[in-house]
Structures are given as structure tokens and as C-alpha cells.
């Protein structure tokens, strides 16, 4: 069984389309669809209701963020495939039935990846490595599109061939298709997101985790998805703009070991800066009301 699970906060119409196109080009196997509504004000939750009422709505009763979400979803979820969804996307063939297909075939794989489609038919570039002082200071001061085969460009991977399937460190959490075994030998599989990063890098710390348990990330093009990109983060845009610097930090600081870590203090300094120059001012970030779980 394949379940599918969308964390939606105030974008109805492209959530409406996105459970549409699921509909029109359902998988090849039996399937649900779970929609956690985080306290939209748009109307999503009855939208769902009346429009889609095959669909498994929770409502957590409050903005929990998306790590959060995704657990809500996860815990009340049967698939022994778990598909992660962003509601800014929309499917125009059967690429879900392709992608399953293709994690089937590619063991030991854990998550697979497909290429992400702009508004104008564009391919995103979706798809970096796993953050490292050397890279993520390479993509800040642009070694990395100087020297894009170096470790500066470790992070950002813009060499990175979106015409051509293979592993791929940590595609954007737009889709990601899991194997439930796989999310068992990381953690809870009910609950496998870290919720110390509510909005940003909590995938990139859960494929991290996967890829050292030896379940790694294969990324297809064979399959696509049209995708609209950051319609919800977008709304609060200069909160999210610290809420992604802080979580980078937050990662290096679970994740580093040895003698990198001394260097955290300066790049964090360095994101702070980047943070206020990018966002014009200092802001929150996410703050979640309450969690129910």
C-alpha cells in the first residue's frame, strides 16, 4: 500500500488541484491520501471535506509546523510506501506508479526523488548535498560556480545531471517516496522527522540519517511533477528567511564532528549576517503554537 501525505498551510486552490491530479493519475496499487491542515485560514480544511471527502483529513487545530505535520501524518498512516507531498504540485501523468516502480528496483536504496517541473517547463534544481562547512561557505561566497567540482561545491551541487538517474544526497522535500523499512532503521517510522527543525532541514536531516544507515536517496528523471515552489513558506517570507538560516545551523550543530565544530561560532555569525542582509531586519522565525502528539 502507497500512502500519500500532505502537509497544506493556506494554499486551497493549489492543494485542490494537487489532490485533483492525484485522482486523475492515481498509482497502480491500493493507496490513501492523508491531508493535515495546519489551522489554515483559506478555507482548506472544508474544502477537503466537501470536495474530497475520500481523503483522510487531520487537523491538528494549530499551525505545528511541517516536521510536526508530517509525523501527525505519518502516525496515522497504513502504506509500506510513504510518499511526502508538498500541495504546490500537480501531477500530468502516472509518475507515481514510475517512482515506485523504480525504488521497487533499486535496492538498498530507502527514498527516491523525481525531477521537479517549473510553471514554464523549466527542470529545478532540486537537488544538493549534504551541508558542510566547506560547501555551504563555497555557496556563500560563490566559489562554488567557480570551482562547482571542488568541495565548495559539495553543497550546492550545480553540477549535479538532472537528465540522468543515480543517487542523489538530499533532493528538496517537494516529493520524496519512502520505504517504511527503511524509516525503521533510523528511528520511530511513525514519527521519523526531528521536529528541532519544524520548517526547514528536517528532511535533510532525515535523509541524512537514512543515508548513513546505508538507505540512500536515488533520484530518477523518468518521473516528474509540475511544481508552483514556496506558495506557503512565500506568505511569511522574511520569518522564513531566518527560520532556514537558523535551521542550517541548528543541522551543522547536530551533525558536525571533530575539529569542525569549533568553527561553528563564525558561521553562524556568518548566517545571522546573511539572514538580517537578506530579510532587511531581524525576524522570529517559526514559532509553533502547541503540539498535540
Known amino acids: ?18 489532490l485533483a491530479s492525484i485522482l486523475k493519475f492515481p498509482p497502480d496499487c491500493p493507496f490513501e491520501v492523508i491531508v493535515v491542515d495546519n489551522a489554515s485560514s483559506d478555507q482548506s480544511a472544508a474544502m477537503v471535506k466537501s470536495e474530497f471527502p475520500q481523503v483522510k483529513l487531520l487537523e491538528p487545530g494549530s499551525n505545528t509546523g511541517y516536521a510536526h505535520g508530517n509525523n501527525l501524518a505519518f502516525s496515522a498512516s497504513q502504506g509500506d510506501y510513504l510518499l511526502t507531498l508538498n500541495p504546490d504540485t500537480e501531477f500530468e501523468d502516472l509518475s507515481i506508479s514510475v517512482c515506485r516502480s523504480e525504488l521497487e528496483a533499486n535496492h538498498p536504496y530507502g527514498v527516491l526523488a523525481l525531477r521537479l517541473v517549473g510553471p514554464h517547463g523549466e527542470t529545478q534544481k532540486s537537488v544538493r548535498g549534504f551541508p558542510t562547512l566547506l560547501g555551504v561557505l563555497g555557496a556563500w561566497a560563490k566559489l562554488d560556480t567557480v570551482l562547482p567540482y571542488s568541495v565548495f561545491g559539495s553543497y550546492s551541487l550545480p553540477g549535479f545531471d538532472y537528465g540522468h538517474a543515480g543517487p542523489a544526497p538530499q533532493p528538496m522535500g517537494t516529493f520524496l517516496l519512502f520505504r517504511r523499512a527503511a524509516l525503521a532503521a533510523v528511528g520511530d517510522p511513525s514519527r521519523p522527522f526531528d521536529e528541532q527543525f519544524p520548517i526547514f532541514f528536517n528532511e535533510v536531516d532525515l535523509l541524512y540519517r537514512l543515508h548513513r544507515a546505508g538507505h ?38 547536530k551533525h558536525l564532528k571533530g575539529p569542525q565544530r569549533t568553527l561553528l561560532p563564525v558561521v553562524a555569525l556568518i548566517a545571522w549576517v546573511a539572514a538580517f542582509i537578506r530579510a532587511k531586519g531581524v525576524y522570529a522565525g517559526f514559532r509553533p503554537e502547541h503540539h498535540d502528539l
Not at 500500500?1 to 488541484?17: A, E
Open 1 to 18: 500500500m502507497l500512502s500519500i501525505l500532505i502537509v497544506n498551510w493556506n494554499t486551497r486552490d493549489l492543494l485542490r488541484s494537487c
Open 216 to 253: 540512500p536517496c536515488w533520484y530518477t528523471p523518468n518521473a516528474h511533477i509540475r511544481h508552483q515552489h514556496g506558495a506557503s513558506t512565500g506568505q511569511v517570507r522574511k520569518s522564513m528567511i531566518w527560520e532556514s538560516h537558523r535551521s542550517l545551523v541548528r543541522y551543522l550543530r
